[in-house]
């Protein structure tokens, strides 16, 4: 088990664009942020069997033009199980949820969670949706092929709520992908497949994670 802790600032100052299309504004920020985390897979980069558990709290003081002076907090949970099957195939399941809240105010639009795409849901463009709350869950059988490689199909199942527009999305999607092993590390190619499309047009997604 371990604890982590650190401490983050930042500035924007928002573009035209930003301020009338999304409502954005200028803005500085000091945010806080502790965890922990638990981790037993037998091989971080490419696991048989073990679990992984990390969750998190972020406090954030910002300071908004227009509005001044507001305090939000994030929230976060991650969870990983691997199952292994036989000698060279398992069962992995990944579970996620976020959520952020403003005192007195409505969430920021740069406070929004992301999702869709390589890191949650597979078959959706990346960062297609945004939200003050959000969850996926990915489920895949695996077969290793190598010590960095694999092939595998798998489910993503998510929603995402407190959006923009404030309407809940709730989604799903299937397909195939594999890892393999390059000179430059380990090469990602997912094709999913969203809950409106069809095979010919699911979306692939390249991912590239500099291990050796």
């Given at each position: 088990m371990g604890i982590f802790a650190n401490a983050a600032r930042?500035?924007?100052?928002?573009?035209?664009?930003g301020i009338?299309?999304?409502?954005?504004?200028?803005?500085?920020?000091?945010?806080?942020?502790?965890?922990f985390n638990f981790d037993d897979r037998d091989f971080i980069f490419n696991p048989m069997s073990g679990v992984y558990y990390?969750?998190?709290?972020?406090?954030?003081?910002?300071?908004?033009?227009g509005i001044g002076r507001i305090t939000g907090r994030r929230f976060g949970i991650r969870a990983e199980y691997y199952q292994k099957l036989t000698e060279r195939s398992l069962l992995a399941i990944s579970i996620n949820g976020y959520e952020s809240r403003y005192n007195n105010s409505s969430?920021?639009?740069?406070?929004?969670?992301?999702?869709?795409?390589?890191?949650?849901?597979r078959g959706y463009r990346e960062d297609q949706f945004r939200g003050a709350r959000v969850g996926w869950t990915n489920i895949e059988y695996r077969v290793i092929t190598g010590k960095l490689s694999r092939m595998f199909?798998?489910?993503?199942?998510?929603?995402?709520?407190?959006t923009p527009n404030?309407?809940?999305?709730?989604?799903?999607?299937?397909?195939?992908?594999?890892?393999?092993?390059?000179?430059?590390?380990q090469i990602g190619i997912d094709y999913g497949i969203g809950a409106d499309d069809?095979?010919?047009?699911?979306?692939?997604?390249?991912?590239?994670?500099?291990v050796f």
């Open positions: 930042e500035k924007v100052n928002a573009r035209e664009f009338r299309e999304l409502g954005l504004s200028d803005y500085s920020a000091l945010s806080l942020t502790g965890g990390e969750t998190s709290v972020t406090r954030t003081s910002r300071k908004e033009a969430v920021p639009f740069s406070e929004l969670y992301r999702v869709g795409g390589a890191g949650s849901l199909i798998f489910g993503d199942a998510g929603f995402i709520s407190g404030g309407r809940d999305e709730s989604k799903l999607s299937y397909g195939a992908g594999i890892r393999l092993t390059t000179a430059i590390g069809t095979f010919s047009n699911g979306k692939v997604h390249l991912s590239l994670n500099g």
